[in-house]
């Protein structure tokens, strides 16, 4: 019998070993599982940060790039639609209440017409003039 305790120690100890092996082994992992989710989440939040400022960026850039255009149109004398609405209006007030037919549709040359004078040139811009047609000669070329 007193080779069995020597055995059974031995098998003890192989037991314990293994258990402690055993149990480092799945703290490990759990650290490292821990380890991987808070990784995930910096990694999450680093996204969305990112995410966030370039939302931000494209909006800024919107806004660069609008004001740019404007300003670059205004430059050039382009009229705006709200330009061109007043002086639509200014035009109907200085043209009077009988210039407009009360519940009449307007004849469709009638309404080219007026669509071809209320257009309105951008301001500053110059319109070029025909030449008018002479009726006189030329004077010969003396040699």
């Known amino acids: 019998m007193t080779q069995r305790d020597p055995v059974r120690g031995a098998l003890g100890a192989g037991r314990d ?4 092996a055993q149990d480092n082994l799945e703290s ?18 680093s996204i969305q940060d990112f995410v966030d400022r370039s939302r931000r960026n494209a909006e ?5 790039v609008d004001r740019e255009v404007r300003a670059q149109l205004a430059s050039v004398g382009v009229a705006t639609k709200a330009d061109i609405r ?26 080219k017409a007026a669509t071809k004078t209320t257009k309105a040139s951008p ?21």
């Open 86 to 111: 007043r002086l639509e209006n200014r035009i109907d007030a200085l043209a009077g209440p009988e210039a407009k037919p009360a519940n009449k549709p307007a004849a469709k040359g009638a309404k």
């Open 60 to 64: 800024r850039l919107v806004e660069v």
């Open 123 to 143: 301001a500053g811009a110059k319109v070029a003039k025909k030449p008018a047609k002479s009726s006189a000669r030329k004077a010969p070329a003396r040699g």
């Open 28 to 45: 490990l992992v759990r650290d490292i599982q821990k380890a991987t989710e808070d990784q995930a989440n910096q990694l999450s939040s």
């Open 17 to 20: 070993a293994t258990q402690k």
